[in-house]
């Protein structure tokens, strides 16, 4: 007798509630701290980050703990609402140590941490947002190429995203996994020259640094895969804001801008080049909310979910923000226009946690698996 199986979950695409009332806080948080003169005059300081910025968006609305049980010191949320955090994140292109504290370095932790313990402490830190993390790893390894970046608490690593601001470094080594604090003897952060001056980059070297082991290399490879899986996940939520943007400004550019008497944006070449974006948006927001739900409800094909959002995602922002510049008539190549800081966050996120064809080639990977 054959025993029927259940048919799987259907993912839910829409959002709630709750998340709309939280967009709307971040929204409206990001709209009167983070515009885009604050952004752009951040880019050109030594300090891209607002330390006032950070605590408003991880302390008064509570993001920084979304992904964080309550028992832990979090706000017991889920990928959803992390989610919807770094859409809006990605409509301002707002300079935050989001992505990496709040999302990998977080739920890396999260791999290792019971009720108790250094990673369970660290997490609690996190989620308060007196403190940030990021994992010690280059900004372009997809999650499939999870290894430990050292052999031990020596040695570089080039490409960290957001060093230069964390409290704390989590190390891979052939060990196992390394709390080590920025400030300590041994550990030099020499900040680089990224494309993306929202997201700054930089040179970890560690001489005789020592730190606190969280977890053995095996339990080690499996936290930081889980990590830089969620990382990828969500950075599609955040392409996905960041088309959006680059949409939705482009269509009220071409309404206003007027030539031989008409907007621009009656032309007919015009419109099927913008319609064409709306439609590519609109399927990478499905791919992105698809992603977030798997992480969310722990689904068995998240591994597939974000490899299809990641392969989708990435080169439609891309290509949104190439139409925003060049249908800005070349005044968004400009300094004082924000499209170029568009165009550069959506070069960058390219190839962060995986290029669009490590993405591919994880997805016919993954289909060639047999059914369990």
Known sequence: MTVPTQPPATPDLLYSQDEEDLRSAVRALLADRADAPTVIAATESDTPYDPRLWEALATGIGAAGLLVPEKLGGQGASHREAAVVLEELG?????????????????????????????????????????????????????????????SLDGTVRGVADAAVADVLLVPTAEGLYAVEATAPGVVVEPLVPLDLTRPLAALTLSGATGTLLADADASTTAVRRGLLAGAGLLASEQLGL????????????????????????????????????????????????????????????????????????????????????????????????????????????????SAGSHRAAVAELAELPTP
């Open 91 to 151: 409509r301002s292109v707002a300079p935050a140590p989001y992505l990496t504290s709040s999302v990998v370095a977080t739920e890396t932790l999260l791999a290792l941490a019971g009720d108790a313990g250094p990673a369970a402490a660290l997490l609690a830190e996190l989620a308060s947002g007196a403190r940030t993390a990021v994992l010690a790893v280059p900004l372009a390894i997809p999650p499939a190429g999870a290894r430990a970046a050292l052999t």
């Open 243 to 354: 088309a959006e943007w680059c949409l939705t400004e482009t269509v009220r550019y071409a309404r206003e801008r007027h030539q031989f008497n008409r907007p621009v944006g009656s032309f007919q070449s015009l419109k099927h080049r913008m319609a064409q974006l709306w439609l590519e948006v609109v399927s990478a927001r499905a791919a992105a909310r698809n992603a977030a739900d798997a992480l969310a409800t722990g689904s068995p094909d998240a591994p597939v979910a974000v490899a299809v959002a990641q392969a989708y995602c990435s080169g439609v922002a891309v290509h949104a923000a190439e139409e925003c510049v060049q249908l800005h008539g070349g005044i968004g190549m400009t300094w004082e226009h924000p499209a170029h800081l568009y165009l550069k966050r959506a070069k960058a996120d390219s190839i962060a946690y995986g």
